[in-house]
């Protein structure tokens, strides 16, 4: 992982927590039915300053950083202006909690909606 020391990992699968609040700007996407049917509301298109903040996978270093939030009652209430529509806009949110969720088929990264900083 970019910036953190790990133990040995296995190399297909990676599940890694990481605490501490931190705040991004990035693209709000609503997803009615994403993955496996389930309803997300996740971030996408991080700015660069916000991208560098954001731990990897030292292997996955040219995949940018995508996550749902964790509490998708929360989130869709703060986050989702209009319910029809996949782009809900660029915003600057606190987060924590962070998880990394690598897969040889998907990665399931998610994270804690602390609130919203900007519209």
Known sequence: IRGYKTEEAD????FV???GQTQITGNIKYIATG?????QVCVQDLGSESE???????????????FCFDDL????????????RE???????????????WFPIA??????LISVVTP
């Open 11 to 14: 190399p297909d699968n990676a």
């Open 17 to 19: 927590d990481f605490k």
């Open 35 to 39: 993955n496996f049917g389930m309803e």
């Open 52 to 66: 560098a903040k954001m731990p990897k996978l030292i292997s996955q270093n040219y995949v940018k950083v995508y």
């Open 73 to 84: 009652d929360y989130a869709k209430k703060l986050l989702v202006k209009n319910p029809d």
């Open 87 to 101: 782009d809900q806009g660029k915003v600057t949110v606190v987060i924590d909690d962070y998880k990394i969720r």
């Open 107 to 112: 990665i399931t990264n998610e994270a804690k």
